[in-house]
Every structure is written in structure tokens, then in C-alpha cells.
């Protein structure tokens, strides 16, 4: 045992929890922001999965299989164990994660290509969880604030 005392959060606990959980980037610039979206969605407090790339990795027939497998397992993981009714499910503009794997394709074609993976994980948990409700959303800085963009499921 160490001699230091705990640091005691004044944030309070609660031992339910949450329903929605958030898969994003880890990328924290954006942390703060997605938690002040889940709570305009009426969510006090979020399960979070964030990996760099967020939802790509979600995308088995583009990111890495194995990568891909960990997280869809993490995912159900939490669904399933924590009774999650709502995924919020984001992408943001100047992604570390699709720059280093298709900056040579261009700014336009990277966004492209995060919709296409934002659709194709929302397909996918559909198919797996009908009844729970999936969002999409795409992240803009802009003016010094993030907006967050509602990306529909179907193109
Ligand atoms: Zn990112």
C-alpha cells in the first residue's frame, strides 16, 4: 500500500448504467463534445468505445480483420451486457486514423469513405440488434465549436 492518499472524484458515481453507448475516435478533441451531444440526445451518461478510427473498425471488409473482430466483440459486449438501447455511432473531419491509410486519395474521398463506414456499421448492428436505435453522426470543427452532423443510415 502506498502512503499517498486516494484522489476522491467530486464527480458523483452511480452504479446503474448507461443505455447509449458512443463508438467514436479517441481522438480527444472531440471527448467533451460527444458527451455534450449525448446529452442534448437526453443521455446524462455514456458507455464509450473509442478506438482511432471509431466506427471504420467496424468495417470488416476495409480495416485490419483482427482489429476489426476485437472491436465488434467489444461492442456486443457492452451492448449485450449493459442493456444498451442506443449506439451513437461518429466520424470527424481530419481522422489520424483515415489519413494514414488513404491520405494519398484525397480530403473528399476520405469522407466519403467515413459515411460509407458509418452506414455499413449501422447495417450491421441493425441486423444484429433490430430494436435499438443507431445514430450517425459526422464531426465538423468550424468556428472554433464542433457540429455534429446527423449522417442518414441510407444513402
Ligand atoms: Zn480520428
Redesign the pocket.
Known sequence: MSDEQPFISKVPYEETHPTVLAI????GR?TDGVEDLAQALGHDRIDTLTI???PALLNRWVADYLESDVVTRAARFLIEGHHITEVLLL??A?????RARHGALGPEFIAEQQITDLRHAAEELHKAYPHMTVRLFFARPGGGRIHFEPVPAKA
Do not use: K, T
Request: with cysteine; proline share 7%; aromatic share 26%.
Open positions: 467514436y475516435c479517441s481522438d472531440f482511432p478510427g471509431g466520424a470527424h481530419g481522422c489520424g486514423y483515415y
